[in-house]
């Protein structure tokens, strides 16, 4: 009980630290923000795949009906950082920018034979980016410069509670259910060297609401040590109990005065309907491999927008949102006594559309590629825990729009312990 107990503690705390991993992209002010996944430690080296993996030594919140493959002996806490650089690119100017912090936090225990629960913290949306547009127009023998800045910080975070429950030996349930919070301010600046009026634009949200994640699992023998699992989930959109607000302000430098108008949308927030299946294939510990599907229903997500005279929802500005990964995991020799022989090598490959139009046109693309290690940590106490380094590689693009290039490493430990078992002393 006083473990349990430490866990919780260690838990409320890291909420309370709790930063999102940031975001610099110009893309992440349409919509709710740039997406997270769900992944952890050991799939972010499969590029995210996690549908149909299935381990009794890893947490796996991407499909919920994992959680029962824990063993009666293993209380497992996965934690993990991510740090990135990106170039952006347009028009033949390129800019660097880094961001980076911590990413997720999460546990997995055993309650009742065949029967897993698992608490943690991760993002949904990040929220990030500053920047500045500048356009010139000759009036007459006056050349009139106008500058346009841009800025927005926020996003979505989610503290989940879920349980996994293996019904029949093949077949296995589960569910997350979180609590989603966050907030977003946004600005607009415009103004030009020839007036002394500057107008402002400012967009704020802040969302407590909560959100529901089904998931199965059925695993097939195929022979004695290779079985094919297929897990599929299930999330439910709906509206987000938020109410987003616009602020129209002009001032004048000059008389130091300034004009606020103010637009409110009553329930302007949702999060989509989402469906996800996956297949996995794994023989004994020393390979696996798998491959996921995930469909966002955004297209039938109302989104505000503000017109030039009123703000409200507007149907066309998000689209249905698909992504696809694969991704493998192989261990060149598991009974071997040395150590490269454990080292788990993984690699992965994805490619996503985007949730988003921008003035009419469909967003950036998104191609990804990573690799990974899952190095094991031996002492004299602890053979099971796993440190997980990752790299990943993401290029974002669309025509006559800001190209991305990102490379991001992610490093994450997977701390194993027996904490339930009984010493018997003689």
Not at 132 to 156: A, H, P, V
Not at 299 to 328: E, I
Request: proline share 4%; charged share 15%.
């Amino acid at each position: 009980m006083n473990k349990m107990l430490a866990c919780l503690l260690m838990l409320a705390m890291t909420m309370t630290a709790y930063s999102q991993s940031g975001s610099r992209s110009p893309y992440s002010q349409y919509g709710l923000g740039d997406l997270s996944t769900q992944s952890v430690g050991f799939n972010k080296g499969m590029n995210g795949v996690g549908l149909g993996m299935r381990k009794g030594n890893e947490v796996n919140p991407l499909n919920p009906a994992s959680y029962s493959a824990i063993d009666s002996l293993t209380m497992i806490f996965d934690g993990g950082l991510s740090g990135q650089i990106t170039n952006y690119e347009e028009q033949g100017k390129k800019v660097n920018a880094k961001s980076g912090g911590f990413d997720y936090f999460t546990t997995l225990f055993r309650v009742y034979k065949h029967l897993g629960v698992s608490v943690g913290v991760m993002p949904y949306s990040n929220i990030g980016y500053d920047y500045k547009e500048t356009s010139y127009e000759t009036l007459g023998s006056d050349k009139i410069k106008e500058t346009t800045m841009y800025n927005g910080s926020g996003g979505l975070n989610q503290l989940y509670v879920g349980i996994g429950w293996q019904i029949v030996k093949p077949l296995s349930v589960g569910v997350n259910l979180s609590y989603l919070w966050g907030d977003s301010h946004q600005e607009i600046e415009g103004g030009t060297n020839a007036l002394s009026n500057t107008l402002f634009r400012e967009y704020e949200w802040s969302v407590s609401s909560y959100k529901v994640d089904l998931g199965v699992q059925l695993t097939l023998p195929l022979a004695k040590r290779d079985f094919l699992t297929v897990g599929a989930t299930f999330s439910p959109g709906h509206h987000l109990n938020c109410d987003p607000i616009c602020r129209m302000i002009m001032t004048n430098a000059s008389i130091t005065k300034s004009d606020t108008t103010s637009f409110k949308v009553e329930n302007g927030l949702s999060i989509p309907t989402s469906f996800g299946v996956g297949i996995g294939y794994s023989h004994a510990s020393k390979f696996r491999a798998g491959a996921d599907f995930h469909l966002q229903k955004w297209g039938s997500v109302s989104y505000p927008r503000f017109d030039g005279n009123t703000y409200a929802l507007k149907d066309g500005l998000l689209k249905d949102r698909f992504q696809v990964n694969a991704g493998a995991e192989f261990m060149p020799n598991p009974n071997s006594r040395k150590l490269l022989g454990h080292i788990r090598f993984r690699a992965g490959v994805g490619y996503s559309t985007p949730y988003y139009y921008i003035n009419g046109k469909e967003g950036p693309k998104e191609l990804s590629a990573s690799i990974g290690f899952g190095i094991p940590i031996a002492n004299a106490y602890n053979n099971r825990s796993i440190l997980n380094i990752s790299g990943q590689y993401v290029r974002r693009s669309a025509d006559n729009l800001v190209t991305e290039n990102t490379f991001r490493l992610c490093i994450g430990l997977t701390f194993n312990e027996r904490w339930f078992a009984k010493w018997k002393i003689e």
